[in-house]
């Protein structure tokens, strides 16, 4: 068999943290080429994780002109995501882009229409789709365990986790701050669980309310409230057209004890589920009340008998083995644009003070 050429551009934190590290452990696959706007972060991942000959470049443009590679990973900031997406696509390459999809519910649209028109795979990199209490808690709720679920909350708090490198402040970069950087993990879940994509109405507010302390206790040291421009926590209600409601919480900071990040509460009218202390169901059962923990090693995923928890390994393999075959990638691009058109109307309900509308 052989092996599917991957490039990768932007080389960065998520880069070398989840994507690299992943493919690297995947047999049938090599890593031909890799782009930065900084030339010796792309020297670096091509000593480390390039194949014998591989390139690294400055310009995605040229990475897109090697007519070998096959599948390529944007790991670059939010602001770019549309633009070299659409590009790869068209350059007859599959494409894994990080999340969320794009800035702007504009450009997640136009992604989606470029993966339509070309014929081209698209994944947004969802990971936490991929672990194992996901993925049982899925099974659960396909099977019917929890009945109609018309109640979740969609958890992405951090007590003082605010991320000081990068752009991860900077708006005009990322779009936004813990709203779209974790509260978008969150929200996915909750919709993939639920398997429900269509929203009704809106209705969300954004705050910068820590942001502008000076010296912060933060686990990655005190942050710059001059290029702190992002929202530090964010909160919305999603109404759903069949009626469901959808709790989502974002923070990077905020003074709550307990933080859960990626994480979802179910209720449905058979029983309901949370990950607040690893799996958990509750409901009645002959006229009592239970709660059941679900111990769980790593293994049984749908697609990948993993050897253990490992969401961004598990991801991978599925991704691959989509492209190959020529299957559905598990995340769709569909699926991603309604969590970015979710995430966008809650920061337009903050801004206009009002409830916004998908009628």
């Known amino acids: 068999m052989s092996k599917l050429k991957i490039g990768v551009i932007g080389c960065g934190g998520i880069a070398f943290g989840k994507h690299l590290p992943s493919l690297s452990k995947l047999e049938d696959v090599e890593l031909v080429a890799f782009c930065d706007i900084e030339l010796d972060r792309a020297e670096r991942a091509k000593k480390e994780y390039g194949a014998e000959g591989a390139r690294a470049f400055t310009d995605y443009r040229e990475l897109l002109a090697i007519s070998e590679i096959d599948v390529v990973h944007v790991c670059t900031p939010n602001d770019s995501h549309a633009e070299i997406t659409i590009a790869a696509l ?160 974002s923070s990077w900071a905020i003074n709550l004890v307990d933080s859960a990040e990626a994480k979802v509460t179910l209720c449905g009218t058979e029983a309901g589920a949370d990950m607040a202390d690893g799996l958990r169901i509750n409901g009645e059962d002959m006229g009592k009340l239970y709660t059941n923990k679900i111990e769980l090693d790593g293994k049984g995923v749908a697609f990948y008998d993993a050897k253990g928890d490992d969401p961004a390994l598990n991801e991978m393999r599925q991704w691959i083995d989509a492209v190959r075959g020529g299957g559905t990638p598990v995340v769709t691009p569909k699926q991603a644009l309604v969590v970015s058109e979710i995430l966008e109307a809650i920061y337009e309900s903050s801004l206009k003070g009002e409830a916004v509308s998908f009628i």
């Not at 900077?170 to 950087?181: M, N, S, Y």
């Not at 919709?191 to 009704?200: F, T």
């Not at 290029?227 to 109404?239: L, P």
């Open 90 to 249: 068209e350059a007859g390459k599959h494409v894994n882009c990080e999340k969320p999809m794009a800035k702007t519910a504009e450009g997640a649209r136009a992604m989606q229409a470029a993966a339509e028109r070309t014929g081209k795979l698209l994944t947004i990199s969802y990971q936490n789709r991929f672990r194992a209490d996901s993925q049982h808690l899925k099974k659960l709720v396909e099977r019917g365990d929890l009945g109609e679920i018309y109640y979740a909350k969609a958890h992405a708090i951090r007590r003082r986790a605010v991320p000081t490198w990068g752009v991860f402040l900077d708006e005009d970069k990322q779009g936004g701050g813990p709203l779209i950087d974790i509260g978008t993990h969150a929200l996915d879940l909750a919709l993939w669980l639920m398997d429900n994509y269509e929203p009704k109405v809106v209705l969300g507010r954004a705050f910068k309310k820590l942001s502008q302390r000076e010296n912060a206790a933060n686990a990655w040291g005190p942050w710059d409230p001059k290029k702190f421009t992002v929202e530090d926590s964010a909160f919305g209600m999603i109404v759903m057209k069949n009626g469901a409601v959808i709790q989502l919480e």
